[in-house]
């Protein structure tokens, strides 16, 4: 069993308990529940944004604790301020330390998309990240069949959400690729061996579907990556490590932003 096998074990263990915890009925009566969701897919394409997505994570499998005692509010509003297009929050504890209240901090600070990272297996967890203020839901496909897939981004559509497809090799893009996706995320970390390869972005760049929006995840901590990455047509790029192993992320970000634009600023000038 590798670790995202074990993951998705526990996760149904986890969506069992919740749903007698706090049933449906109960989640729509957040204040969340029936606010309007702000766009994933339309921040990224804003010329004036980064095209980031800043990620909030206390600790990961591979890599243990990584900013423990972050703070939520301080650090998201700081992503934002230093440009980002959305913010990225795992919801997920017993693996990556984060918890719900994390998102809703998140919601509470700033008018912008926040996607919910979470291993997603049921339509309870869908109602669950609009009642906690997600705008976006994450959707990996090593983790459900096609079919499954498919039905869950349905379900996350009636409600307003809208769905990052996560893939991680070209059989799972074509497996998986279906009508209710609209972004979908190359995950560039191996789930079997947690090595990253930003080469994968580029391998898969020309598969992926006209008129979908591009997202690359994992391994990026150079702002010349990211500007090769959108030569090749990529729209996104989700960061965590790379700012969260800074004991103030958002200073992080802020630096890697400016570096970023100004790369950006001598292509322009080049061309």
């Given at each position: 069993?590798?670790i995202l096998?074990?993951?998705?074990a526990?996760?149904?263990?986890e969506?069992?308990e919740?749903?007698?915890?706090?049933?449906?009925?109960?989640l729509?009566?957040s204040?969340?529940?029936?606010?309007?969701?702000?766009?994933l897919?339309?921040?990224?394409?804003?010329?004036d944004?980064?095209?980031?997505?800043?990620?909030?994570?206390?600790?990961?499998p591979?890599?243990?604790?990584i900013?423990p005692?972050?703070s939520?509010?301080?650090?998201?509003?700081?992503?934002?301020?230093?440009?980002?297009?959305?913010?990225?929050?795992l919801?997920?504890?017993?693996?990556f330390?984060?918890k719900n209240?994390?998102?809703?901090?998140a919601r509470?600070?700033?008018?912008?998309?926040?996607?919910?990272?979470?291993f997603?297996?049921?339509?309870?967890?869908i109602?669950?990240?609009k009642?906690?203020g997600a705008?976006?839901?994450?959707?990996?496909a090593?983790?459900l069949?096609p079919?499954?897939l498919k039905?869950l981004?349905?379900?996350?559509?009636?409600l307003?959400?809208?769905?990052?497809?996560?893939?991680?090799s070209l059989e799972?893009?074509?497996?998986?690729?279906?009508?209710?996706?609209?972004?979908?995320?190359?995950?560039?970390?191996?789930?079997?061996?947690?090595?990253?390869?930003?080469?994968?972005?580029?391998?898969?760049?020309?598969?992926?579907?006209?008129?979908?929006?591009?997202?690359?995840?994992?391994g990026?901590s150079q702002?010349q990556?990211?500007?090769?990455?959108?030569?090749?047509g990529?729209?996104?790029?989700?960061?965590?490590?790379?700012?969260?192993t800074?004991?103030?992320?958002?200073?992080?970000?802020?630096a890697?932003?400016?570096e970023?634009?100004?790369?950006?600023g001598?292509?322009?000038?080049?061309?």
């Open positions: 069993m590798n096998d074990e993951i998705i526990q996760k149904y263990k969506v069992a919740r749903k007698d915890l706090y049933p449906v009925k109960l729509e009566k204040l969340y529940y029936e606010t309007p969701c702000v766009s897919e339309r921040y990224l394409l804003r010329p944004k980064s095209g980031i997505i800043a990620e909030i994570k206390r600790k990961s591979s890599k243990g604790d900013n005692y972050v939520v509010e301080r650090t998201s509003i700081g992503y934002m301020q230093a440009g980002a297009s959305a913010l990225s929050i919801t997920d504890t017993n693996y330390g984060g209240e994390d998102l809703t901090t509470k600070f700033n008018y912008c998309p926040i996607l919910r990272k979470d997603m297996v049921d339509e309870y967890q109602v669950e990240a009642s906690i705008d976006a839901i994450l959707l990996i090593a983790a069949e079919a499954r039905e981004a349905a379900f996350a559509r009636t307003g959400l809208e769905v990052l497809l996560e893939v991680h799972e893009l074509q497996q998986s690729m279906n009508d209710e996706v609209t972004v979908v995320g190359v995950n560039n970390r191996n789930l079997k061996t947690f090595k990253t390869d930003v080469g994968l972005s580029f391998e898969l760049a020309k598969h992926i579907p006209a008129g979908v929006t591009k997202i690359s995840e994992s990026l702002p990556t990211l500007v090769d990455l959108q030569e090749a990529y729209n996104g790029f989700l960061i965590g490590e790379s700012f969260m800074n004991s103030r992320p958002e200073r992080a970000a802020a890697f932003v400016k970023l634009r100004a790369l950006q001598k292509k322009e000038t080049v061309a």
